[in-house]
């Protein structure tokens, strides 16, 4: 994976094969604790202990249509490189919760990555799912929440190809404003 | 474009989009719309399949086809990422296989609108994502 917002894409992904019907991103850039935390959490069907211990395993994966499960060994591997560490914890029936943090100023940290176009993408593809994304840097934060856009919407789809465009341009002139 | 930037916008942008979406013949039920979805998996994802997912949402808004785009789970052909499944209203699914921005913008051009076959499909015993999967 060329950046964060890509393993946030690929891990969100489980999540929804999950059959979560809520999502939770949130992103934290602290720069005075020199930290990039990155929480996701849903309430889909959640793992058993024994899965969760081998889940970061690269050889283990609960598909079956073949015998290895790469996306959370990559983000993890990507997060201890640089510092950092991924945790799962997770309770069958309740969802399941993947934090990670890296060391923002470390030099091997990927870069954030583009994710106005993974939310547009989580978002537009998964109309029975609500998102709440929360991104903050430093002391400024923004919120996306689908529960919101879909009143605004007032009844027009979210998968409109011409209105996941709308919101990926929303969502990228909110993040800039955060580092203003 | 003017910028959006609260939902307050978005409201008042929401009649324009409403008017350009109406222009299109739409068919009112899911089943008379062609359904792309990518496999958003994780080697799918690290094959481009981002790229190849907004380039199809861009070129269909722009060229005005009315197609639902959306992503799905991995589709168990990794040696063929990024995959692209495709199903023409009363149809069967097609898979496309290593799908760059050529090959998607054949797929809009030939496959989608003029129902031409191309090179790369996936073929087999292939039913859907869903039923493929455990």
Same mark, same amino acid.
Not at chain 1, 127 to 147: A, M, N, P, S
Not at chain 2, 8 to 32: F, I, N, W, Y
Not at chain 2, 66 to 91: F, K, N, R
């Given at each position: 994976?060329k ?36 929480l ?5 069907? *959640? ?6 211990? =081998? +889940?970061? /395993?690269?050889? &283990?994966?609960?598909? @079956? ?42 030099l091997?940290?990927p ?16 109309? *029975? ?6 991104? =903050? +840097?430093? /002391?400024?934060? &923004?919120?996306?929440? @689908? ?28 993040l ?5 | 474009?003017?910028?959006i ?32 979805r ?14 190849i ?23 168990g ?14 149809q ?19 496959y ?23």
């Amino acid at each position: 994976m060329k950046d964060i917002s890509l393993h946030i894409l690929d891990i969100a992904q489980n999540s929804v094969s999950a059959q979560a019907k809520n999502i939770v991103i949130d992103i934290h850039e602290d720069s005075g604790k020199d930290k990039l935390s990155i929480l996701i959490q849903d309430d889909g069907r *959640g793992m058993a202990p024994e899965i969760v211990q =081998r +889940v970061t /395993d690269p050889f &283990y994966t609960t598909r @079956t249509t073949r015998k290895v499960g790469m996306g959370l060994s990559l983000f993890k591997q990507n997060a201890q490189q640089t510092g950092g560490d991924l945790t799962v914890e997770s309770e069958p029936g309740k969802g399941t919760i993947i934090k990670t943090h890296f060391v923002l100023s470390h030099l091997d940290r990927p870069p954030l990555g583009d994710m106005p176009g993974v939310m547009m993408i989580l978002v537009g593809g998964t109309t *029975g799912i609500e998102w709440y994304y929360k991104h =903050r +840097v430093d /002391d400024k934060e &923004y919120v996306f929440d @689908t529960r919101e856009v879909k009143e605004a919407l007032d009844g027009m789809e979210i998968s409109e190809p011409s209105v996941m465009k709308y919101l990926k341009d929303m969502i990228r002139e909110n993040l800039q404003e955060l580092r203003v | 474009m003017t910028k959006i930037k609260s939902l307050a916008d978005l409201k008042k942008m929401k009649q324009e989009l409403q008017s350009q979406v109406s222009l299109r013949e739409k068919s009112d039920t899911p089943e008379g719309r062609v359904m792309v979805r990518v496999g958003m998996g994780t080697s799918g994802i690290a094959s481009g399949a981002k790229q190849i997912m907004e380039f199809l949402i861009d070129e269909m808004d722009k060229r005005n086809v009315d197609a639902i785009v959306s992503q799905t789970g991995d589709m168990g052909y990794s040696y063929a990422e990024p995959t692209v499944e495709v199903t023409l209203p009363g149809q069967e699914p097609i898979v496309f296989g290593d799908v760059d921005q050529k090959k998607a913008d054949d797929i809009i051009e030939k496959y989608i609108k003029n129902g031409e076959l191309l090179d790369g499909i996936i073929p087999a015993n292939y039913e859907t994502i869903d039923k493929n999967k455990s």
